[in-house]
């Protein structure tokens, strides 16, 4: 199993980015995805979770600006960020929970960087 995501870039501030997140490889199904992002000198932060049936958790700097969706029959998940800022710059990791035959467990992608310029 394999997760690749994509989509980051620069972008000015106010702007968007739809970042991409798909997986790949022998997978009977996907529970939670979810994006986390680490500024240069900084931890690893989630961001959005997505569960199965769709809840969605956001971190409250990105409410009403990111919106995590997936679409199950693609084994692909999505995070839409409008009105980006300076601050949301970072590398964005995707993770899924992902049962692949009978093993459960967590795969993380390689990373997309995202630069916010004011």
């Known amino acids: 199993v394999q997760l690749q995501a994509s989509g980051g870039g620069l972008v000015q501030a106010g702007g968007s980015l739809r970042l991409s997140c798909a997986a790949s490889?022998?997978?009977?199904?996907?529970?939670?995805m979810s994006w986390y992002r680490q500024a240069p000198g900084k931890q690893r932060d989630l961001v959005a979770t997505?569960?199965?049936?769709?809840?969605?958790t956001y971190i409250n700097s990105v409410k009403g600006r990111f919106t995590i969706s997936r679409d199950s029959a693609k084994n692909t998940g999505y995070l839409q960020m409008n009105s980006l800022k300076p601050e949301d710059t970072a590398v964005y990791y995707c993770?899924?929970?992902?049962?692949?035959?009978?093993?459960?467990?967590?795969?993380w992608g390689q990373g997309t960087q995202v630069t916010v310029s004011s």
């Open positions: 490889g022998t997978i009977t199904s996907i529970k939670n």
């Open positions: 997505i569960s199965t049936g769709g809840e969605t």
């Open positions: 993770k899924a929970n992902i049962r692949s035959h009978f093993i459960l467990a967590d795969y």
